[in-house]
């Protein structure tokens, strides 16, 4: 094949890829393991906290409701062009490899290096505290009369590096033991949201007079919302879990676009169910009265409102559970990237391995484990939620654009194709720049949002640095011991 003008030597190797085999051990996963990896990255800590951060800033449902309509159509947007790149580079290392591919080896390693930390690691931290927040709550008063003070004032994070440690360990056992953990939990979160709105709506009390509370945005709700649709695409950025499978997913040019564009539709049903639900329970200006930390329980303070304080602790104990869910899939696909990267130089050699009889990236996983673990200790939950969401966007949005010059070459796979395309994708980066604004722009939350914007930009020397001094890892998986 003639080498194109422009590309790099590792998009000269790009080959067609073939469908695999039902029975190809290289490429365990099927369908609904994509979609419910899609479904577990997506439905986390966002929908559980951030609707109570926008009503309380607000007191505006109606805003609260278009805002994450719109963050469904962007997640729509962006999980059609990933399931377009994925198809055509059906390959481990999801945003790594499509950037790598789209612009270059140094790119590739900054988006890589980004989505590592900003994508998977502090996310993983976010949600593994935020379940252990749910999880230990309804003890506190029992437990501080013979648990020592300093465990209930550090429990979020002591809780989370706990979790983080058992599911890494599960992750690391083999690809059915994954399977397994991510199906369950997923089910169990999803049937508990599901049961939640159900059962509140049926047997709760609650009053569809909250949303005449709806109006047109004024002052500085624009800006509220502009915060709110940045923390609403954190929650919808799981759209491209499935894409991380791509090298392991059988058929992927047939069931990679099922379970991105279908896990992300079925998502946002959910998500808008959710938002309605907690604006039925909820008075606005009982919510408007609360401080931030207190309205990002939203979730459970819906269904103390209207299944009463009994429910409320169990309420607590099933959202912690089901935020392992979550956890479980950041700690499953990170590690994908993080191999991608290692076998391109881009990352420490010794990650790039993968375990013949297990099946799993052990190695990668402890280093995304302990880097999880590290962010649990940095800082507060809202202070983790700010850092990690403009970084994510702006990642995201680097992401997408990759299928512009992607669209243009010759000597991939054949492919999904994106309808409509590139309107899609000039959404999606229209709407990512405008929260990215916002965020910035945002005197309580311009530190945190700087520092992730930072986080990206150090990755440029980074890059540099490691792609001149580092070597290739051996592309073959070695046998476990």
């Not at 194109?4 to 190809?24: E, H, I, L, Y």
């Not at 996310?123 to 505290?129: C, I, K, L, Q, Y």
């Not at 990650?351 to 962010?375: D, E, F, K, Y």
Request: with cysteine.
């Amino acid at each position: 094949m003639a080498k194109k003008r422009g590309m790099t030597p590792t998009q000269t190797n790009s080959t067609r890829v073939k469908s695999s085999a039902p029975g190809d051990p290289h490429r365990p996963y099927g369908v609904w393991s994509g979609v419910f990896l899609v479904v577990a990255s997506m439905v986390g800590a966002g929908i559980l906290t951030s609707p109570g951060y926008t009503l309380q800033q607000t007191g505006n449902p109606w805003g609260l409701l278009a805002i994450w309509v719109l963050g469904g159509i962007m997640a729509l947007c962006g999980a059609l062009c990933l399931a377009e790149m994925a198809t055509a580079l059906p390959r481990m290392g999801g945003d790594y490899v499509f950037v790598r591919e789209a612009f270059g080896r140094e790119t590739g390693a900054v988006a890589g290096w980004a989505t590592f930390f900003l994508g998977f690691a502090a996310p993983t931290a976010v949600v593994a505290r935020l379940s252990a927040n749910y999880l230990t709550a309804p003890f506190i008063d029992m437990g501080t009369d013979f648990i020592p003070h300093w465990f209930w004032a550090h429990r979020e994070p002591i809780v989370a590096t706990l979790l983080i440690s058992l599911i890494s360990l599960v992750h690391c056992l083999g690809a059915a033991e994954s399977a397994a953990l991510q199906a369950i939990t997923t089910l169990a979160k999803v049937v508990m949201l599901l049961g939640l709105a159900g059962v509140g709506f049926f047997l709760g009390k609650g009053d569809w007079g909250h949303f005449t509370a709806g109006h047109w945005p004024h002052g500085r709700e624009w800006s509220a919302l502009g915060t709110g649709l940045a923390y609403v695409g954190y929650a919808y950025a799981g759209w491209n879990g499935a894409a991380y499978l791509a090298g392991e997913i059988r058929d992927p040019r047939r069931q990679l676009p099922y379970a991105l564009v279908g896990g992300c539709l079925g998502v946002t049903a959910l998500y808008l169910l959710l938002n309605g639900y907690y604006v039925w329970a909820i008075d606005m200006e009982k919510i408007q009265s609360l401080n931030p930390s207190e309205a990002g329980r939203i979730a459970e303070i819906a269904a103390r409102e209207s299944l009463g304080s009994g429910i409320a602790g169990i309420v607590a104990i099933l959202f912690g559970v089901g935020l392992v869910a979550s956890a479980s899939a950041y700690l499953l696909t990170g590690p994908r990237v993080v191999v991608a990267m290692a076998r391109d130089g881009a990352f420490p050699r010794f990650a790039g391995t993968i375990l013949v009889r297990r099946g799993t990236p052990a190695m990668a996983t402890v280093c995304q484990g302990v880097v999880s673990i590290a962010c649990c200790w940095s800082g507060s939950f809202l202070e983790l939620l700010d850092y990690t969401s403009v970084g994510l966007t702006a990642v995201s949005a680097i992401v997408v654009a990759s299928i512009i010059p992607l669209r243009h070459r010759t000597d991939l796979a054949p492919a999904f194709r994106v309808w409509f395309h590139p309107l899609p994708a000039f959404l999606y980066l229209l709407l990512s720049g405008w929260t990215i604004v916002v965020m910035v722009m945002d005197s309580d939350r311009r530190l945190p949002s700087l520092l992730s914007l930072v986080t990206i930009a150090l990755g440029i020397p980074a890059a540099k640095w490691v792609l001149a001094n580092g070597r290739k890892a051996p592309t073959e998986p070695i046998e476990s011991p």
